[in-house]
């Protein structure tokens, strides 16, 4: 069993929908909870991370930990075109020094808005 | 700023066959890291650097050897290519201490084959 469960897709969804991308996760020991976003053929960018459990927003970016469940999600308010991209989950133990050597990724969801 | 340049951008190579992959980056960060990239696998750590002169290994170092002999460049060897070497590879910088939680400046990846 991965450590990191994502579901590949693809997503279609019409643009103006509202996104849900989700993923599971075995260890309970993670802490720190990252989203990239990767466009076609380009490295993968941080798009935002929360710590432990709770909600994180930022603009049309809403980032959510259910520890209890082991389940974090990120909601795409009003999806546009340009969202279209994959999403990687990424996780990690702790976030001091060189920890970035520590970050176990998903395997990423590939979403398409239609226009 | 270039930010993170990779090259080449595409290689084939045979088995049995060596080569590096080049990195380099302009933004005055200390930690460097080497990523592959495979379908239905997510980003895996080859290895990572700290700063010049210090290396270290990450997920999955086998057939691979790195080195840092300045701020700015972190090769990546591969020293007799397989087929399951074949993968996206990517480099990134990250700032300060390379903390998890920490922007990581990816490069836009070398996409290797290996016959």
């Known amino acids: 069993q991965k450590e990191v469960e994502q579901d590949p897709g693809p997503l279609s969804v019409p643009e103006g929908a509202i996104v849900s991308l989700n993923c599971t996760y075995s260890?309970?020991?993670?802490?720190?909870f990252m989203w990239y976003r990767q466009y076609s053929r380009k490295g993968p960018e941080l798009l935002m991370y929360?710590?432990?459990?709770g909600n994180k927003e930022d603009g049309r970016f809403t980032a959510q930990v259910d520890k209890s469940s082991k389940y974090i999600s990120l909601f795409i308010r009003d999806s546009q075109p340009s969202d279209s991209a994959t999403y990687l989950c990424?996780?990690?133990?702790?976030?001091?020094?060189?920890?970035?050597?520590?970050?176990?990724f998903g395997s990423g969801t590939r979403l398409s808005i239609r226009p | 700023n270039a930010g993170v340049t990779q090259t080449p951008k595409f290689q084939v190579l045979k088995t049995g066959q060596s080569m590096t992959l080049q990195c380099a980056q302009d933004m005055n960060h200390e930690y460097m890291s080497w990523y592959r990239q495979d379908p239905g696998m997510g980003l895996r750590l080859i290895h990572y650097s700290v700063g010049a002169g210090i290396t270290d290994q990450g997920e999955v170092p086998n057939g691979y050897n790195v080195s840092r002999s300045t701020t700015e460049d972190f090769p990546l060897r591969l020293l007799s290519a397989a087929p399951s070497q074949t993968s996206v590879y990517f480099c990134a910088s990250t700032p300060g201490s390379g903390r998890a939680t920490d922007t990581q400046y990816f490069g836009p990846g070398t996409r290797l084959t290996v016959l």
């Open positions: 929360t710590y432990s459990s």
């Open positions: 990424a996780m990690s133990f702790d976030a001091g020094y060189s920890s970035a050597s520590k970050i176990i």
């Open positions: 260890n309970s020991a993670f802490q720190y």
